[in-house]
């Protein structure tokens, strides 16, 4: 941490003067514009967004000998890490090709533009400027929603392909969504002219996490639906718990769109009444297989919200 002097100019003003290796960095001099962040008992400096095109952010990933989920991993990584252009090479790139652009196509705005026997270059043609974080979590929010409604009518039809395919739909927005997030982070201009502090960046990306697991768990839910048990008095039963965390989940987001601190602390506090009724459920149907395991997921559900619950009752009304 380095300290400065305020020095009185004119009649006034007054002036701190900057570090030279911080202008340097930036690449920034004389006549150059920077903001000014005023938060309560601090002011953050940064340079003004960047209009130039830089170049693009190139990588290499040796794939030689990982199994799918590690090259999964590695290229979504390298993507939410803003990565344009990610290079893929592999002694055995033929065995591996048809995998690779499966994963390829997981993935929002990444394309294959070059393919040889030994690697696969991919590309994207995102402009940030263009996306906004917010239009993605309603989107992911949408489906989460329509998720949790039609694996509810799991006992009816086995509803899991379906289900698991808008559950790919989501992950595809998160993976832009939390891409487009570390970019703000990266760029204080870019998100101070968006509306977004830290502290709002900070909510929001939970947020987005929170709902990504909410859809995780509502796929797995739709599985294990199909698999129990139940006759028709304990399937009304679960429809009716699963229809109350259903409805839980939904009043906690829509705190969250609406800034309503007072009605998140309403909702953490049934938190345990929601604890509650699943043991109650688990009490009444524990000679079930598969009844533990899907009263988990419930209240992994229910950890969610309260998570994100936590967050909006320290989020300031717009």
Partial sequence: MEYRKIIEFGKSSYVVSLPKPWLAEKNLGKGDTVYLDPDEDKISIYPAEQKKVSEPKCIKIDVTGMTDKEIRLQLISKYIRNFNEITLVADDMGKKAKDIRNIIHDIMALEVVEETASRIVTRDFINMEDICPMSLLKKMDVITREMLSDSKNSFKADKYENIAERDNDVNRLSYLFFRVMRYLQRNPAAASKRGFTNDKLLTVWAAAVKME????????????????????????QFVSLYSTIERYYIDTIDAFYGHDSPKAFELLLQKRRMIKLCKDFYRQNWNHEWVPIMLEKMKAIIADCKSLLTYVCDMEPE
């Fill in 213 to 236: 697991s909410v859809a995780d768990q509502s796929k797995r839910l739709a599985k294990l639906m199909a698999r129990v048990k139940f006759n028709k008095s304990e399937q009304k």
